[in-house]
């Protein structure tokens, strides 16, 4: 088995009263290194959107073997998730992943959510 990587440490306070949301999406075959390139160059004011929105902490994770990302963020309630969509700067960021991952004819990612069945605080 690799050893487990760390790259954040995250202490109790800055997690105090968020809720945790995961979820799963599909890289397409061989777009691995395009989608990690992508998300480096996050546009600012993408950032800025899903901040605005509530989301306080994201990662993303690949799993290498079979192309799958398992989404977890941690929002602050209320949030203002349910406008994401209608944010033009939010399209556009759909629009430019379609075409490396598996989207919706909306071009919003295929995303399904995941039942958390443990969490140690």
């Known amino acids: 088995m690799e050893s487990l990587q760390t790259n954040t440490v ?3 306070a800055s997690l105090a009263g968020l809720k945790r949301v995961g979820f799963k999406m599909k890289l397409f075959p061989g777009k691995e290194a395009e989608y990690k390139k992508r998300h480096d160059e996050l546009w600012p004011e993408l950032e800025t959107l899903l901040k605005d929105a509530g989301i306080h902490l ?7 073997e079979t192309g799958s990302l398992f989404g977890v963020l941690h929002i ?3 949030t203002n998730l349910d406008a994401l969509p209608q944010q033009a700067v939010m399209q556009r960021w759909w629009q430019y992943m379609s075409d490396i991952m598996e989207s919706n004819p909306d071009n919003s990612p295929v995303s399904i959510p995941l039942e958390e069945v443990f969490y140690l605080p």
């Open 58 to 64: 994201y990662s993303i994770f690949l799993d290498k």
């Open 10 to 12: 995250v202490t109790d």
């Open 76 to 78: 602050a309630e209320p």
